[in-house]
Nanobody, 123 residues
């Protein structure tokens, strides 16, 4: 599956952004999908994920819990990340990823990755 991420930008602290990750080539059905981010000068880190076919299977990093929300649109085959109450420490390149194996997804070994979208939060 090919992924196209979009929606990043520059926002002030306290603001909101919504990232999108559109799939092509096949549907997300049967996949674990979600978001990682790489802050400047740091390692890639987990942000949020869900299992496409299980609506209750959402998981978040502690650092974004209660501020970010991951969701999906089956009809559009698109994954979203709604980011509210953004903080300067949320500044990073955000990547969407998809894999049929949740273990591989969590290990950063997903088969499919989006190209990354820059999110910059100013103080």
């Amino acid at each position: 599956v090919q992924l196209q991420a979009s929606g990043g930008g520059l926002v002030q602290a306290g603001g909101s952004l919504r990232l999108s990750c559109a799939a092509s080539g096949r549907t997300f059905s049967g996949y674990t999908v979600g978001w990682f981010r790489r802050p400047p000068g740091k390692e890639r880190e987990f942000v949020a994920r869900l299992r496409w076919s299980i609506s209750s299977s959402t998981y978040y990093a502690d650092s974004v819990k209660d501020r970010f929300s991951i969701s999906r649109d089956n009809a559009k085959n698109t994954l979203y990340l709604q980011m509210n109450s953004l903080k300067p420490e949320d500044t990073a390149v955000y990547y969407c990823a998809a894999d049929t194996s949740t273990l591989d997804w969590m290990s950063g070994r997903s088969d499919s990755w989006g190209q990354g979208t820059q999110v910059t939060v100013s103080s």
